[in-house]
């Protein structure tokens, strides 16, 4: 059966930094790209960074320069470095692990980020 169990998330001030982490099980850690979407309320789920199983990143342009994907195949662990936090990074962050061949797709049950004075 596979986890993906995400945690870090908390309430903090604009300016702020928090590191959320994803830790994975029931798959073969490195055979998957490992993702990081976020929800607000009302609005759909987006894309927030995203590592490929060879280290490739890639992220949403409202968060380049302050948000830092990174994985630790050794531990299964996928982690996002959030720094500069503000208002609009507030949201449901869930955790994504996605194969193409076969095609597999994996979420965690968020947690939540909040952004306030």
């Known amino acids: 059966q596979v986890h993906l169990v995400e945690s870090g998330g908390g309430l903090v001030q604009p300016g702020g930094s928090l590191r959320l982490s994803c830790a994975a099980s029931?798959?073969?850690?490195?055979?998957?790209?490992m993702g990081w979407y976020r929800q607000a309320p009302g609005k759909q789920r987006e894309l927030v960074a995203q590592?490929?199983?060879?280290?490739?990143?890639n992220y949403a342009d409202s968060v380049k320069g302050r948000f830092t994907v990174s994985r630790d195949n050794a531990k299964n662990t996928v982690y996002l470095q959030m720094n500069s936090l503000n208002a609009e990074d507030t949201a449901v962050y869930y955790c994504?692990?996605?194969?193409?061949?076969?095609?597999?797709?994996?979420w965690g049950q968020g947690t939540q980020v909040t952004v306030s004075s």
């Open positions: 590592i490929s199983s060879d280290g490739r990143t």
């Open positions: 029931g798959i073969t850690f490195g055979w998957y790209a």
């Open positions: 994504n692990a996605e194969r193409t061949i076969p095609r597999r797709d994996f």
